[in-house]
């Protein structure tokens, strides 16, 4: 047992001790009325310095909730299955120039169509999307709306974001409007889940503690500066509910793919033009001079293409991407897809039994139409 209070030892036995004894009791004790209101009283002043301290949380929700919507949207009678049935998620406002937006998953809306879903502010109002943008392979959906008096929320940068930082999620879970749950960075860089519905094509998540359950998607993950660092969208549960891992859209790709969403309808994939070893196994990992399968076999490199002018070559194993370490091919196809066009990213690499870090600016797959579906 805990306790955060400053109680004396005399005072603590005589919570714990029998006073005819001295042994230890589990029988509550009966104070005096002195007793007890001095305990109070130190009881008050201990929860006082608390607060100083905790009151933070509140202060962070005060700034955050805002920002937050509840979205209910009604699916098409093409995926009703012949039942009246509403889905139901979380989102939240964010501000692009001079307009707002919510910024959502898509399978929170993927079903159902402008008229009918609907977006519950924090203030009480209801109001239906004007139009409605999303991506499939992120999972990232932008709901055009158009409303007076909309608080956006600070969008922080998820690429700061260590393991082991305090986070609150918000949403919605089992449609308990405005909800607020506290975890910590569980990981990062968390990929290749089996997602229900097929779940996420390209994945880079972030792993969090704090309980998230059906509904809280789409809503935000908030540090204790207020800003949002992720996009909450998946747990992973036996159960239905909350096991203690949950997952969210690290905040810098989910706004990247709004941004692009907003602007071109489409989204540009990172690019770095080389081919990967999908059969990459311990023997061909002891050769190289691993002591297990870790990291991305490069097979082939494009000409003239982003990864050839950083100096990639056959045979390499890159084994971390700006310093998450790659699993397999698969984990650094999506960290690569998923990072924004023009940006320098390092790489390290395993070449002939030696470390060297590489450094590439990635290209866009629009660049490389004939390239970008074999190679990565």
């Known amino acids: 047992m805990h306790w955060y209070c400053r109680v004396g030892f005399a005072t603590l036995a005589l919570l714990f001790s029998n006073p005819a004894t001295g042994q230890q009791s589990t029988t509550p004790v009966s104070f005096s009325p002195r007793d007890r209101e001095r305990l109070y009283e130190e009881l008050w002043r201990d929860v006082a310095a608390m607060d100083r301290e905790l009151g933070i949380y509140k202060r962070v929700v005060a700034l955050a909730s805002p920002s937050v919507v509840h979205i209910e949207s009604t699916p098409l009678e093409s995926f009703r299955l012949g039942r009246d049935i509403e889905e139901a998620g979380s989102g939240v406002i964010v501000r692009e120039g001079l ?48 409303a007076d008096d909309l608080i956006a929320a600070r969008v922080g940068d998820s690429d700061e974001v260590e393991i082991g930082d305090i986070v609150l999620a918000f949403g919605s879970p089992f449609n308990l409007r405005y909800s607020v749950t506290r975890g910590i960075i569980s990981g990062k860089g968390r990929a290749n889940l089996d997602l229900a519905d097929g779940g996420v094509e390209y994945q880079n998540f972030l792993q969090t503690d704090a309980a998230i359950n059906p509904g809280n998607s789409g809503g935000p993950l908030v540090n204790l500066r207020g ?5 909450n969208t998946a747990i992973a549960s036996n159960s239905g509910g909350n096991d203690g891992i949950g997952f969210s859209i690290p905040i810098n790709i989910a706004m ?60 390499d194993v890159i084994l971390r991407f700006n310093n998450t370490p790659i699993e397999n091919d698969q984990h650094f196809i999506s960290l690569v897809k998923l990072t924004t066009v023009g940006r320098q990213i390092e790489l390290v690499v395993l070449r002939q039994r030696q470390l060297m870090t590489l450094v590439a600016q990635v290209g866009s797959a629009d660049e490389f139409p004939a390239e970008a579906a074999p190679r990565r």
């Not at 800003?227 to 996009?231: A, D, N, S």
């Not at 692009?260 to 190289?288: C, E, M, N, P, T």
């Not at 990291?295 to 293409?305: E, F, I, K, W, Y």
């Open 99 to 146: 307009r707002h937006f919510v910024l959502t998953n898509r399978h929170v809306v993927r079903h159902s169509d402008v008229d009918h879903i609907r977006i519950e502010i924090a203030d009480g109002r209801q109001i239906k999307p004007l139009r409605v943008v999303d991506d499939p392979k992120t999972d990232v959906a932008v709901l055009f709306i158009d």
């Open 227 to 231: 800003e949002v660092v992720g996009l």
């Open 256 to 315: 990247s793919i709004a941004r692009q969403l907003i602007d071109r309808g489409r989204i540009d994939f990172g690019f770095l033009g080389v081919s990967l070893d999908a059969d990459f196994d311990a023997r061909k990992a002891s050769g190289l001079g691993l002591s297990r399968v870790a990291g991305a076999h490069v097979t082939g490199v494009t000409p003239n293409s982003p990864a050839a002018n950083a100096g990639l070559a056959v045979d």
